[in-house]
Nanobody
Framework: QVQLVESGGGLVQPGGSLRLSCVASASIRGLYAMGWYRQGEGKQRELIAAITNRDTTDYADSVKGRFTISEDFVKKTVDLQLNSLEPEDTAVYYC??????????????WGQGTQVTVTA
């Protein structure tokens, strides 16, 4: 069962913008944090932005001032606005969520990933 669905990736020129969106399944209970990771070719997956249900945010240094995360925990959605994109931002972007599993224990959820390619 797909529990996080991303959309909004694509091809953009340097300096351009994209908006990524992610919707969490209604089956995910106790959702308290959502975020975005990315993984470039040959690189490790890294956390680039996160937000909690208290609206606290955290960003990787590489995207501060360019990317903005926003959420609606009632609708179980999280968006990532990507501005001033650089070729180094090319990666597969993954939505993530922290909630509760069926046993009530904390569980981390992943989306299937969406490709962002920045090239002239």
């Amino acid at each position: 069962q797909v529990q996080l669905v991303e959309s909004g990736g694509g091809l953009v020129q340097p300096g351009g913008s994209l908006r990524l969106s992610c919707v969490a399944s209604a089956s995910i209970r106790g959702l308290y944090a959502m975020g975005w990771y990315r993984q470039g070719e040959g690189k490790q997956r890294e956390l680039i932005a996160a937000i909690t249900n208290r609206d606290t945010t955290d960003y990787a240094d590489s995207v501060k001032g360019r990317f903005t995360i926003s959420e609606d925990f009632v609708k179980k959605t999280v968006d990532l606005q990507l501005n001033s994109l650089e070729p180094e931002d090319t990666a597969v972007y993954y939505c993530s969520a922290e909630g509760l599993g069926s046993s009530g224990s904390p569980r981390h959820y992943w989306g299937q990933g969406t490709q962002v390619t920045v090239t002239a």
